[in-house]
Each structure stands twice: as structure tokens, then as C-alpha cells.
């Protein structure tokens, strides 16, 4: 990478970042000279003896399915004698701020094969899942003033990340049609930031987007590889990064069909997962350092694991783990053995995308019972809503088609949202994830999960009251 672009890159980092010292444990280093014994006897360290940790093995029963009995079940020792296992030794004492060897390996090699930047030196830390990536982030990047855009509706807990840092969140606007493009609208965008002086003249130039690309939340959608491109290039061009938050990339939703059965009937190999069904990320075409990547393991392995990662420039890692050193430390020891371990023993990259694939398929089950019953209600034939198919993750929205077109449905949506109760189903509103009042007052979505139910049996009986409660709802208005 040129200097040039490093130079510009690195002008994007908060006085906050470039002010915090490397620390140093217990201080002085040893003098190259010195010569001592093979063996030092250490006295000097407060880490306690694995012989004081009150565990000793533990016995993981793994599953191959989701929602399938125990096929496979091994232990963790204390000391593995194998260079890719942790061992309990290890893993239950402090550890690295950026994660165990063993797993960051892993997670190298798998970003290596998977979500590749074009560029050499990019690296990985480890955090407390992307809750704690966005604060770390954020912390990197925004001094107060800074402006950071993000989707018209988005994850709402990241304002508050921004906002914490004293960063300005700025809405860009989304297209969630069912036609036509999904996400970003890459033509206003483009009309912003070429112009952002004159429609902005008393704020600074965007030093960041947050984007969820694919499976958004709250509008499942994924945005095209051609939008990715374009606002790749404009991250360039205006030299501000992507923060590309990524927890629901790898639960890819085949087509709609009528019924359960699906792409997923057929065994996929993991080469052609990787290559064929994943869409290619933002960083997949970084070679210049303005892509973030934050990636979890809370949709495909457990939300309480706390696991996630992040992936970036070298210089940006170096400092992340800079700050993790003044606030969480590392991420739990505990965790990542149960993680590493577990996909050492399922076998490695292709154990784990088999498992993603796996998750992939029962969500596509879930989701084609869902829209199967939505597309089959007496509601939907009658265009009381219209259903915004998603491609990945684990939301889906549908957008109600009220009768008079309005500036503002609050009022109507509650009164929607009462109905629904009474038929006996919760679900979202856009309007909880609208970045700001106006936003929120045009909004007219309600957002459906397809992970919390136990079964696609719940799914549809979920549908049924939901479009139950929607037309009660227009009956009510037409009353
Ligand atoms: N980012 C987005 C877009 C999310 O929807 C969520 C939670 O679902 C998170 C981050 C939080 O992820 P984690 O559990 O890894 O902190
Ligand atoms: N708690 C936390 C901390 C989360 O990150 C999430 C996932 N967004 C949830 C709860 C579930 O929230 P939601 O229903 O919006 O997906």
C-alpha cells in the first residue's frame, strides 16, 4: 500500500487513539546482554497456578444439526498436547488481549479463504462480540463533531456507540422495495457526499458509514455486489471507512419455495458455500484499508459465547488492542476454548461452514413456512401488505399497505400494533429502528424474527395471528 494512502488513512484516527501510550507490563525489558540461567524460577507474575483453577476437564456434547440430539461428545484437558488445542491451563489463565494463538489461527486461515482483503497487511483481534467491536470502533475513529452515516433504519444500540464518543450519526437512505435495488441508495449517496458543503455546511465531511450488508436489521435485505462496489469507491474517494458489521452473512436463505424444501435439500460442499453463496463482502475488494470488518459468533454459535472479531488494517488492530487494554482486557478464556476446540473438533474450516450451512438450512425452512402462510392469507390476497423477501439473516419485513398514503403512520401503527397484540403474536416496528422522529413517522414495517420460535410449526402459527391481527386491523378501519 502506497504511503500516500496511509497517510490519508491514518488522518482518520480519533485524538483519543493517537494519544494512548503502548502499555508495558512490569516496565523494563531484558538487556539483550544478559546472561542467565536456562531456567528462570518466576516469582514475579500474579497469575495463579493451574493447580488452584477448581476444573480440570470439561466434556463438550456437540451437535452436527440445530434442534438435533447429541451426535459426537469429547473432552477438554488440561493439558492438550496438541499444538491447535487450547488447553484448560491456558485458556482458564489470563490470555492475549487479542485472543488465544489457537483460535486467532483459525480465524486467520478462515479470513484468509473466506473474506480475504486485497491488501497484505491486515490483521485480527478478538472482542466481546460486535457489541464491543462497535464501542472499540468508534473509539478508533470519532472525536466529537465527527459524523458517521448509517442506514435510515438501522441497529439502534450503535447511535449510542457513536454518540458515546460525542460522533454525530447521520441517516443515509435505504431502498427496501419489493423491486428494485435493496439497501444503500448509492445515487443519493453519492449526491450527498459530492455535495455534502452545501447541504451540510456546518458539519464535517463523514469520517465513517456503518453498514449492515447483509441480512440488515431490521430489513433482512442484502445490498447488490454492484452497490458494494460503488460505495467501496466512494469510501475512497471521500476517505471515510466502512464499518462493515456483518453477524448474519453466513445464514444464507435460499430462494423462496413453496414449502420447506429448498437449495438446501441437496448437500452443498463447503467450497461452493464459500464461493458460490456467500455474497462477497466489502473488505473482499478492500486495497486500501477503509473497510472494518466486524464479524460474530452469537447468530452461528451462541450470543453468550461474547466472541466476536474484527478485521482491518494492521495499524487499526494495533491500536483496538491498545484500548482493549484499558477497558476489557481480552476477551473470556472460557468461551474461546469451548469455540476453538469445538471447531478443531468438527474439523476446522469445513466443519464450521458445514455447520454454517446446516444453521443456513434451517433458517430457510423457517423462513419458507413464514412467507408460504403470509403469501396464503386471505390479508396478503386481499393487498393489505406487501413482503420483502430476505436473502440472509434472520428478518424479514412486511410493509402494510395502508389506504391513504400519509407523512406520518404513528398513530395508524399503534393502532396496528394493538390488533396484532390481540391476535396474539409480537412482533417490531420499523419505527424502533428509525434513526430519528421523521424517519420513524414515515415508516410503515413491521419486522419478523425467524430465530427465536422453537419450531416451523410456531413460525406459522406466528404468521397466522399476525395476518389475523392485520386484517382485524383494516376491518376495524373500515368499519
Ligand atoms: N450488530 C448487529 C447488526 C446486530 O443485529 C447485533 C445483534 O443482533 C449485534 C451487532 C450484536 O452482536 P453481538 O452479540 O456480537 O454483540
Ligand atoms: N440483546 C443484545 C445485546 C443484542 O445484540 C441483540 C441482537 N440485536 C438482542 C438482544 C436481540 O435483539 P433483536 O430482537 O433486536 O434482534
Do not use: C
Not at 26 to 51: A, F, Y
Not at 240 to 266: K, R, S
Not at 422 to 438: I, L, P, Q, R
Request: negative net charge; hydrophobic residues 35%.
Amino acid at each position: 500500500m502506497p504511503e500516500s494512502t496511509q497517510d490519508q488513512l491514518f488522518s482518520l484516527l480519533s485524538d483519543q487513539t493517537i494519544n494512548r501510550k503502548q502499555f508495558t507490563f512490569h516496565g523494563d525489558p531484558l538487556p539483550s546482554t544478559l546472561k542467565t540461567p536456562s531456567k528462570l524460577v518466576v516469582l514475579s507474575s500474579g497469575t495463579p497456578n493451574d493447580g488452584f483453577f477448581p476444573i480440570n476437564s470439561i466434556q463438550l456434547g456437540i451437535t452436527k444439526k440445530p434442534h438435533t440430539p447429541t451426535s459426537e461428545s469429547f473432552a477438554i484437558e488440561k493439558h492438550a498436547n496438541e499444538e491447535d488445542l487450547l488447553d484448560i491451563k491456558d485458556a482458564f489463565q489470563y490470555g492475549p488481549t487479542e485472543g488465544h494463538p489457537q483460535l486467532l489461527k483459525f480465524l486467520k486461515s478462515f479470513i484468509n479463504e473466506v473474506n480475504r482483503p486485497k491488501y497484505d497487511s491486515w490483521d485480527i483481534t478478538l472482542t466481546n462480540g460486535t457489541g464491543d467491536s462497535l464501542n472499540k470502533v468508534f473509539n478508533l475513529l470519532v472525536n466529537p463533531g465527527d459524523v458517521v452515516l448509517v442506514e435510515s433504519f438501522t441497529y439502534k444500540p450503535v447511535l449510542n456507540n457513536i454518540v458515546n464518543y460525542g460522533g454525530i450519526p447521520y441517516p443515509v437512505s435505504i431502498n427496501y422495495g419489493i423491486e428494485g435495488d435493496h439497501g444503500i441508495d448509492v445515487e443519493k449517496l453519492t449526491n450527498l457526499l459530492e455535495n455534502w458543503e452545501t447541504i451540510n455546511p456546518d458539519k464535517k465531511k463523514p469520517k465513517a458509514l456503518y453498514t449492515i450488508p447483509t441480512g440488515q436489521n431490521p430489513t433482512g435485505l442484502t445490498i447488490s455486489q454492484e452497490n458494494r462496489a460503488k460505495i467501496y469507491e466512494l469510501a475512497k474517494a471521500h476517505n471515510f471507512i466502512v464499518i462493515e458489521d456483518d453477524p448474519y452473512g453466513y445464514i444464507q436463505l435460499g430462494e423462496y419455495t413453496d414449502g420447506i424444501h429448498n437449495v438446501y435439500d441437496t448437500e452443498i460442499p463447503y467450497k461452493r458455500f464459500i464461493e458460490e453463496i456467500l455474497p462477497s463482502s466489502y473488505i473482499q475488494q478492500d486495497n486500501s484499508g477503509h473497510v472494518i470488518r466486524l464479524e460474530s459468533f452469537s447468530k452461528t454459535f451462541a450470543p453468550g459465547s461474547r466472541i466476536g472479531f474484527i478485521v482491518a488494517h494492521k495499524r487499526f488492530i494495533k491500536e483496538i488492542i491498545k484500548y482493549a487494554q484499558v477497558s476489557n482486557r481480552a476477551p473470556s478464556g472460557i468461551s474461546q476454548i469451548i469455540i476453538s476446540n469445538f471447531i478443531n473438533q468438527i474439523g476446522g474450516i469445513k466443519g464450521w461452514i458445514d455447520w454454517n450451512i446446516q444453521v443456513s438450512k434451517a433458517y430457510t425452512e423457517r423462513k419458507n413456512v413464514l412467507l408460504k402462510t403470509l403469501y396464503n392469507s386471505s390479508s396478503f390476497k386481499k393487498g393489505q401488505f406487501n413482503i420483502v423477501e430476505p436473502k440472509a439473516g434472520m428478518f424479514a419485513i412486511i410493509d402494510i399497505n395502508f389506504p391513504n398514503a400519509k407523512e406520518d403512520y404513528r398513530k395508524d401503527i399503534e393502532e396496528l400494533r394493538y390488533k396484532i397484540l390481540e391476535s396474539g403474536v409480537v412482533v417490531v416496528y420499523g419505527k424502533n429502528f428509525a434513526v430519528n422522529d421523521d424517519i420513524a413517522k414515515g415508516s410503515k414495517f413491521i419486522r419478523i424474527t425467524l430465530a427465536n420460535s422453537v419450531d416451523t410449526d410456531q413460525i406459522k402459527e406466528g404468521g397466522e395471528k399476525l395476518v389475523e391481527g392485520i386484517e382485524k386491523y383494516f376491518e376495524s378501519i373500515s368499519a
